[in-house]
């Protein structure tokens, strides 16, 4: 069940924001649009009420308990930002908007990824203590590998995020050579 609810929690998160996105540039309801953009993070509170229900009631603690965690951690930490990009993106093509600035290099590009190694720290953070807090909550009246397994994977892709982040650092991406215009 609780893997239904993450994927339908994931499916919802994309048509809010479409939805929201349209009606704010396409039907010109900014404030309709912005109250339905402000309703995501009901997905989130559903789902995590729907995994705690399942363990209260005694559902063994599984991946599915994990996924959840690790799920509601990646939008807390990254629903707001892609909320934002994307919006940023269609003000520039459906409303007024500026263009948003194209992709970064150098010093630049460098500090960007760390900033999104700081949104993942924070969803690591956010899922470790969901996933810890589903652990001291069974107890020890059932089998917790499945969401220690869990804080592993967000350690991992933690790790993963460091290693990416630190790669733009030893190996700054550089702009494209410009050519001059011909006539």
């Not at 807390?76 to 459906?94: C, Q």
């Not at 630190?166 to 050519?179: D, E, F, L, S």
Request: net charge positive.
């Amino acid at each position: 069940m609780l893997v239904t609810l993450v994927i339908v929690c994931e499916a919802g998160f994309w048509v809010l924001l479409a939805l929201g996105l349209g009606l704010r540039y396409l039907a010109r309801r900014p404030r309709l649009g912005a109250a339905v953009l402000l309703c995501e993070p009901l997905l989130e509170l559903t789902l995590l009420a729907a995994a705690v229900i399942d363990l209260k009631n005694g559902g063994e603690p599984s991946w599915t308990h994990g996924l959840a965690a690790l799920y509601i951690g990646y939008t807390v930490a990254y629903g707001h930002y892609t909320v934002k990009w994307l919006d940023r993106h269609a003000a520039h093509r459906f409303g007024d908007g500026p263009k948003p600035p194209g992709a970064l290099y150098g010093t630049a590009r460098a500090v960007h990824e760390w900033k999104l190694w700081a949104r993942t720290l924070a969803g690591a953070a956010v899922a470790l203590a969901l996933l810890q807090a589903g652990i001291w909550y069974v107890g020890d009246a059932a089998d917790t590998s499945g969401l220690r397994s869990w804080q592993a994977v967000a350690l991992r892709i933690l790790v993963i995020q460091g290693v990416v982040a630190a790669t733009y650092v030893i190996w700054p991406r550089k702009a494209p050579a410009t050519t001059p215009d011909t006539p």
